[in-house]
C-alpha cells in the first residue's frame, strides 16, 4: 500500500472485511423526552420499532467533528449511544453517506416529503456532516410544487428555526407562486400561512385572472386580508382590485353578461359582489 490515502475505505470497513464496529447507536422514539417517570430510556411509539445501527467510531468521527468530540473528548462516550432525536430512516442516511454506501444518492434523492427531508437536514446539521446538509438544500430546491405546497407551508411554520433551510423552501414557494397559472389554487395555503410575503405574492398574483374570474379573486383577496396573523395594509389590494374593476366595466355594458354575472343570495361569492 502507498499510505492512507491508497485505502478503499468502503471495502476497509465493510462487514465482509471484518473489522469491527466499536460503537452502537441506539435510536429512540421522537417523544422520548416526553416519557413518564419509569419509562425506559429508548422508547418506542406505534410509529417506531427500537432499531440499533453499528458503526466505527473513527469513520464517524472522520466525518463529523461532533461525533469526534464525542468519542475522542476529555469524557468520550461509552461503545453505546441513545440517539434520542432522529428515527430510523434519517439516521440510515446520515450513516449511508458517512459510509458512501451504495445507494445513498438515490435515498436523499428517493425522499419527497418536506419533513422526512427536515429529519435528515436536522442530523446533518446537528452532527456537522456539511456535505449532507449541502444536498439536503440542494434536494429543497427541488421539491416544490401545487401538490405539496401547503405541506411546504406547514412545515415552513414547524422548522422555522432552520432558518437556512427555511429561506431556501420560501425563495421556492414565492417563484411558483409568481408562475403558477391559476394562483386561486394557491389561496388557502396563503390563508393558512404565518408569512405574510406568502400572502402578499399570492394577492398580487390573483390579477393574473382577476379580469375573469372577479368575484372568485375578490372574495380570495378580502380572505386573504382576513387570516389570522395577517398584517399586510390594503394597499397590496390594488392590483387585482384594478384587474376586476376592468373585467367588471366589460361586464357592464352587456345587460346578459351582467344578468349572469350578479351571484345568487346564497352563494359564497355574494359578499364579494357586496364590495
Given at each position: ?110 425522499l419527497d416529503d418536506v419533513c422526512d427531508l427536515f429529519d435528515v437536514?436536522?442530523l446533518a446539521d446537528k452532527y456537522e456532516v456539511l456535505g449532507l ?143
Amino acid at each position: 500500500m502507498d499510505g492512507l490515502r491508497s485505502v478503499d475505505w468502503s471495502k476497509l470497513l465493510s462487514a465482509d472485511f471484518g473489522i469491527p464496529c466499536d460503537v452502537t447507536l441506539k435510536i429512540a422514539a421522537k417523544d422520548v423526552f416526553n416519557k413518564k417517570p419509569g419509562e425506559d430510556d429508548v422508547k418506542t411509539s406505534e410509529h417506531q420499532a427500537p432499531h440499533s445501527f453499528t458503526a466505527h467510531k473513527f469513520a464517524l468521527s472522520a466525518v463529523s467533528p461532533v461525533f469526534r468530540t464525542q468519542f475522542y473528548g476529555s469524557i468520550p462516550a461509552g461503545d453505546v449511544v441513545v440517539i434520542k432525536d432522529s428515527n430510523v430512516e434519517a439516521f440510515k442516511i446520515m450513516l449511508d453517506y458517512v459510509y458512501q454506501n451504495p445507494g445513498v444518492e438515490e435515498g436523499v434523492e428517493e425522499l419527497d416529503d418536506v419533513c422526512d427531508l427536515f429529519d435528515v437536514f436536522y442530523l446533518a446539521d446537528k452532527y456537522e456532516v456539511l456535505g449532507l446538509r449541502e444536498k439536503i438544500l440542494r434536494k429543497f430546491c427541488d421539491i416544490v410544487n401545487v401538490d405539496n405546497y401547503e405541506a411546504i407551508l406547514s412545515a415552513l411554520q414547524e422548522f422555522a428555526h432552520f432558518e437556512d433551510a427555511c429561506d431556501v423552501l420560501k425563495s421556492r414557494v414565492l417563484d411558483l407562486i409568481g408562475r403558477h397559472t391559476n394562483p386561486l389554487d394557491l389561496v388557502e395555503g396563503a390563508i393558512e400561512s404565518k408569512e405574510d410575503s406568502i400572502k402578499e405574492k399570492v394577492i398580487f398574483s390573483l390579477g393574473k385572472v382577476g379580469k375573469s374570474l372577479i368575484l372568485e379573486s375578490v372574495k380570495a383577496a378580502y380572505d386573504i386580508m382576513a387570516s389570522d396573523g395577517c398584517n399586510l395594509e390594503e394597499k397590496v389590494l390594488k392590483t387585482v382590485m384594478n384587474a376586476c374593476v376592468e373585467g367588471y366595466g366589460e361586464i357592464l355594458e352587456s345587460p346578459r353578461r351582467l344578468c349572469e354575472f350578479i351571484p345568487n343570495p346564497s352563494s359564497p361569492l355574494h359578499e364579494a359582489y357586496s364590495l
